[in-house]
């Protein structure tokens, strides 16, 4: 690969007149190219805990706003597998991370349990 450059870039300096350069390439690059750009939403293995499930969207709503006013810095994420909504929250690394926010919620939310899935890097707040 390094020699065709070379000789490519050779070529077009040595070249005083027009010239067309043509690249050939796989088509996978591209996607690798899209997905190096996406990287802020890289997935790892993680926790998440599950605080409701409805098949009424008005009160996972409804859910997902009393918990935002308790815990603002923590993600919340509505899933739809029909005829259910679910409501999760958060991107725990750990399940002890995840243990803290269901005590600290059990009052509100006492059927929340916690799930192993793949989560968003969690967000560095300064």
Known sequence: MKKVILISALCIFSY???????????????ELVNAQGQGAMQEINGYRLQLAFDSNRSFIDDARSRFSAQFPKVDTYVEFVAPHYFLKVGDFRTQLEAEKVKAATASQFPTGFIVKEKINLPRIDQ
């Open 16 to 30: 005083s007149g027009n010239a067309q350069v043509t690249i050939v390439k796989d088509s996978r690059i591209d």
